[in-house]
């Protein structure tokens, strides 16, 4: 690991901290469901850190207590999860060209919402030490979160933990408002997002949050690659 990239790995594990925080008290939630199925500490630690995906998680835990087939679970988490996917598509339109297999394996492994977020708000190429180092603290705390969710999360005021989660809300609005207040056409989309969110959450809310964001997602980005396109090899600087 060259200089620059201990730097960038740093940095990475101290922007890693607040989102850290936040999946620490929302696995809070998730440990118990977990544990209301019979999962142990140890093996809600291990569905953490292998999955890092809420919803996902949440989606087996659902198939565990209905008692359904391991590809149910298959087929429901990738469906739930399949929002990673766009976000794969969009963060490999950053990777330079000597980025290897191994490192890109690594980063779609690790890809959670939030760490997309602050790997993508990043000028230039993407440099996979950075996210390593959000990816290592943040994840602990997510897969530790879940554990001492299992063990007493009940124990714990439901006040408490909700009001540690909002850290994950802050954290977003950090992330977004830099590139809204750049770029018109990235405000623009955030703030189209936010309206067609609620409108979608009112007028259909039988589907899924995860399902719902798909198909935003796929709406808005495919309206601000016709509204306002970017040139072949802008990609990098946006």
Not at 135 to 151: E, K
């Amino acid at each position: 690991m060259t200089n620059e990239e201990r730097i960038l790995f740093k940095k990475g594990f101290v922007d890693g901290v607040p989102i850290g925080l936040g999946y620490f008290a929302v696995a809070f939630s998730l440990g118990i469901a977990a544990r209301s199925v019979g999962m142990n500490a140890l093996q809600g630690f291990i569905m953490s850190v292998t999955s890092s995906a809420s919803a996902g998680e949440y989606a087996g835990i659902s198939v565990i207590a209905g008692g359904g087939s391991y590809f149910e679970m298959f087929l429901l988490t990738v469906v739930t999860d399949a929002r990673y996917i766009l976000m794969s598509f969009a963060l490999s339109l950053r990777f330079g060209d000597n980025l290897s297999l191994r490192h890109k394996g690594l980063l779609a492994f690790w890809l959670t919402d939030e760490l997309f977020a602050i790997t993508i708000a990043r000028p230039g190429k993407v440099v996979p030490q950075y996210t390593y180092g959000a990816a290592i603290f943040s994840l602990s705390l997510w897969g530790l979160g879940t554990s001492l969710g299992i063990i007493v999360g009940n124990i714990i005021p439901e006040r408490f933990v909700s009001a540690l989660s909002v850290a994950l809300f802050g954290m977003f609005i950090a992330i977004i408002v830099p590139p809204a207040k750049g770029n018109k056409a990235v405000f623009r989309a955030v703030i189209a997002g936010f309206i067609l969110s609620f409108a979608g959450s009112r007028l259909a809310p039988f589907i899924s949050d995860g399902t719902r964001m798909i198909i935003l997602i796929v709406i808005i980005c495919s309206a601000a690659a016709y509204l306002a396109p970017v040139k072949f090899g802008e990609a990098s600087n946006v």
